[in-house]
């Protein structure tokens, strides 16, 4: 019968037991039964803002997480990404490459503010990704950048738009078409209830370009706006934070003793009515009326008890030995989440040996090239071309040379910062196997100290 057999394939163990609730299992709010979007998850303005600040906040004041991020993404920006135009004429090449070097190393032309390279840009670019979740750059008529940071995103409250947290998306195909941002000078205790209260920058210009460049790393495709990577180490973070503090005030008391008196029940005060003074005695007055004497102590002092009392000395212990292995553990959780394992974290390889060194720097450099690529595809690549137009139309002979090639002179290949090698006489035979086996090409093998030669020819001539 039919019946019989929906009974037996409904007893049937064919589902994902982690769809089933369990009395102990932890029980995840936000998670709606008929399936959402990314961006259904950070519905609450209010709340993803927060979420910004409060990573801002452990990035201030926290002891750990800030120089993590730090760590990792001084690893991957390096000296910067470079740009190596490949138009096909060798000539145009070295004269692109020349007018974006020095582009790019000119503060006073590269920022609006006038305050940072593109290689500080960069930096910048990718700490942000990584703490506040986004940031953008808008290309000035200048021919300069503006930074803006991810809380100038908003959405007024009066909009029926379909505005994701200040990012106006095509509600056929998700393409971003104007980011709106708030004024510098808005209190960001205010709500924003006017669409009048925010400027509109329109994702693309006339001829189908970006100008501005949204930097941020999505998890998913309907994913609008990036998250702060310190979103799964909150707790983690803030209870290494609150255990340290209590490990390092306990410290401090394993400097202090305690003096105790005992004294048995039938005890009496000498006959004179005066008990041995252990130190120098002052006195004060309890909330209650009750006064009280405090004595004094130093080092090297005699304490004489009362007749029939006993003296004991006690202290604070120190931490015990399963508080340091507990803490690496949580260390090491943080620095997964922000792609630094544990050696580069602390930046101690004592508890390993080379092999290990090498093996976490591996994996490591995995995740530093992908934010190597996220930062040369969302900021850097379309910052070039945005530049190259430019000189086109205020060069005559550059706008020959595309009247020539078109679009095939925005051609070029990103420079990515590389890493000294780990064992140099063993690496660097390993380069030459692969060379002479057509496994790795010169040029590539080339690459880093082309990179490091031209960023200390800068420097130096600064």
């Known amino acids: ?17 982690a769809a089933k609730a369990s009395r102990l299992r932890r029980k995840r709010s936000g998670v709606p039964a008929a399936g959402a979007s990314a961006d259904y998850h950070y519905r609450s303005e209010a709340d993803y803002l927060r979420l910004m600040e409060l990573a801002r906040d452990m990035d201030r004041n926290d002891l750990l997480v800030g120089s993590i991020l730090d760590r990792a993404v001084s690893n991957a920006i390096q000296e910067g990404i470079q ?3 490949q138009t096909g004429d060798e000539g145009l090449n070295a004269d692109l490459k020349a007018r974006f070097w020095t582009w790019s190393d000119d503060r006073t032309q590269c920022d609006l503010a006038r305050e940072r390279s593109l290689r500080e ?53 998700r393409e971003r078409l104007q980011y709106w ?3 510098e000078d808005v209190d960001p205790y205010r709500q924003l209830m006017r669409v009048s209260d925010v400027k509109a920058y329109a994702a693309r210009d006339a001829e189908d370009r970006l100008q501005v460049f949204h930097v941020y790393h999505a998890k998913r495709i309907s994913q609008t706006r990036g998250v702060t990577a310190f979103a799964p180490i909150f707790d983690a973070a803030t209870m290494f934070d609150d255990i340290n503090f209590a490990k390092l005030v306990q410290q401090q008391m394993v400097a202090c003793f305690a003096i105790i008196e005992e004294r048995q029940l039938n005890f009496k005060v000498p006959s004179s009515g005066n008990e041995p003074a252990i130190g120098p005695q002052t006195e004060e007055t309890d909330a209650d009326g009750i006064p009280r004497t405090l004595e004094g102590f130093g080092p090297g002092m005699r304490i004489k008890g009362a007749p029939g009392s006993k003296i004991h000395i006690d202290s604070a212990k120190v931490p015990n030995p399963e508080f340091f292995p507990h803490m690496r553990l949580i260390v090491q959780l943080i620095g997964i989440n922000l792609g630094m394992p544990l050696v580069l974290a602390l930046m101690d390889a004592s508890e390993t040996n080379f092999s290990g060194w090498r093996g976490a720097m591996e994996q490591a450099k995995l995740g530093f090239h992908l934010n190597q690529m996220a930062i040369y595809e969302r900021m850097l690549a379309p910052a070039y071309e945005w530049q190259v137009r430019r000189w086109i139309q ?34 660097a035979s390993a380069d030459l196997l692969q060379v002479r086996n057509a496994l790795l090409s010169q040029r590539r093998r080339c690459a880093r100290a082309i990179v490091t030669m031209m960023t200390a020819e800068a420097i130096k001539g600064r």
């Open 1 to 17: 019968r039919s019946s019989d057999l929906a009974d037996a394939m409904t007893s049937l163990r064919a589902d994902y037991s």
């Open 83 to 85: 740009i190596d135009p």
């Open 181 to 183: 941002l708030t004024r």
């Open 394 to 427: 205020q060069d005559a002979g550059l706008r020959r040379a595309y009247d020539v090639m078109g679009p095939a002179i925005y051609t070029h290949a990103p420079g990515y910062p590389t890493w000294p090698y780990v064992e140099p006489l063993k690496d």
């Open 121 to 173: 840009m960069q930096w910048l670019a990718l700490r942000h990704m990584m703490l506040d979740g986004d940031m953008l750059f808008l290309a000035n008529r200048s021919g300069a950048l503006e930074m803006v940071e991810a809380h100038r995103l908003r959405t007024p409250k009066n909009t029926t738009r379909n505005v994701v947290h200040g990012v106006l998306l095509d509600s056929a195909t």
